[in-house]
């Protein structure tokens, strides 16, 4: 009789685990409100399952008892299905495939219509239509979190983890503008797209946001515009089609070959080491740099 309660136990704690993208941290708590913790959980698996096989092949009991014994040891060691919806390409993991690969998972983002598995559930970018407080950097909340809303740092984490699955092995990265010489600080910039205005009571120049490049699902513009850092993904050459390595930025979905590039399709300015702001437009040989 323990058997159909465990079962819906670990039906809960499976499809929990799954919404959070089978993450190592979300592992520790997708079991509450039964366990209060996934040792209790891991505990009385190993010592039921065992138990349940046992009866499993005990032939001495109805085809029915026996498949209903079976069905928690089943449940318990289903394979983790990547939590990635239609954004993952699988295909045979060699090194020639992996370029065909990064290009098909990598269309997937370009749209700017990132969902979950289900093709319904939209995946955000700085959702104009949520607060500042429904933002994540994890993965597991970007998959996870009823908002599904997150930063370039969720967005960058949930490219990475797409690539991986196919063995390339992708790694985000942090971008920032950097000013001064003798002691470099990272500037203030403006994604596009972002009007200048000299002010008639400074005489400098004013920055006035307008709807530019959209984000995933962020349509006309996403809520944020200006940052000090920004996180990307960089596809090593190896993986690439063309055979260099190439700058991809899942959220707002801009295909780079170098940061050069990238700044000139995604920037609009940037403050200078005084604080000044200045065009990019300015300044066309001035770029990103990767942290």
């Known amino acids: 009789m323990y058997a159909i309660p465990l079962l819906g136990v670990i039906c809960y704690t499976t499809y929990n685990h799954y919404l959070h993208g089978f993450e190592e941290q979300a592992g520790h708590w997708v079991m509450e409100p039964f366990f209060n913790d996934h040792t209790a959980y891991g505990a009385i698996l190993s010592l039921f399952i065992p138990i349940f096989m046992g009866f499993s092949f005990t032939k001495t009991h109805s085809k029915l008892t026996r498949f209903l014994q079976a069905l928690p040891v089943t449940a318990a060691v289903l394979p983790a299905r990547p939590a990635f919806g239609s954004e993952v390409e699988l295909v045979k993991d060699t090194p020639s495939a992996r370029p065909q690969a990064v290009a098909d998972t990598w269309g997937q983002f370009t749209g700017l219509g990132v969902t979950a598995w289900d093709g319904q559930?939209?995946?955000?970018?700085?959702?104009?239509?949520?607060?500042?407080?429904?933002?994540?950097?994890?993965?597991?909340?970007?998959?996870?979190?009823?908002?599904?809303?997150?930063?370039?740092?969720?967005?960058?984490?949930?490219?990475?983890?797409?690539?991986?699955?196919?063995?390339?092995?992708?790694?985000?990265?942090?971008?920032?503008?950097?000013i001064g010489v003798w002691q470099p600080t990272a500037a203030e910039f403006y994604v596009k797209?972002?009007?200048?205005?000299?002010?008639?009571?400074?005489?400098?120049?004013?920055?006035?946001?307008?709807?530019?490049?959209?984000?995933?699902?962020?349509?006309?513009?996403?809520?944020?515009?200006?940052?000090?850092?920004?996180?990307?993904?960089?596809?090593?050459?190896?993986?690439?089609?063309?055979?260099?390595?190439?700058?991809?930025?899942?959220?707002?979905?801009?295909?780079?070959?170098?940061?050069?590039?990238?700044?000139?399709?995604?920037?609009?300015?940037?403050?200078?080491?005084?604080?000044?702001?200045?065009?990019?437009?300015?300044?066309?040989?001035?770029?990103?740099?990767?942290?």
């Not at 559930?121 to 597991?140: G, M, N």
């Not at 390339?168 to 971008?175: F, G, M, P, R, Y």
């Not at 490049?213 to 690439?240: D, L, M, Y």
């Open 121 to 178: 559930t939209k995946l955000f970018y700085y959702d104009p239509a949520k607060t500042p407080d429904t933002l994540t950097e994890e993965l597991s909340g970007l998959l996870g979190q009823p908002t599904h809303n997150g930063t370039c740092i969720a967005w960058a984490k949930f490219l990475a983890a797409s690539f991986q699955v196919n063995g390339v092995n992708a790694s985000d990265v942090e971008l920032y503008k950097k």
């Open 193 to 291: 797209k972002c009007n200048f205005f000299v002010s008639p009571f400074t005489g400098k120049l004013t920055p006035s946001p307008q709807p530019g490049v959209e984000g995933q699902n962020s349509s006309p513009t996403p809520s944020q515009k200006s940052f000090s850092t920004h996180r990307i993904v960089k596809v090593p050459s190896s993986c690439a089609l063309n055979g260099s390595a190439i700058y991809l930025d899942p959220s707002y979905g801009i295909t780079a070959p170098d940061l050069l590039n990238y700044t000139h399709q995604a920037l609009d300015g940037w403050t200078d080491e005084n604080g000044l702001w200045q065009r990019a437009s300015d300044h066309p040989d001035e770029q990103m740099t990767e942290n």
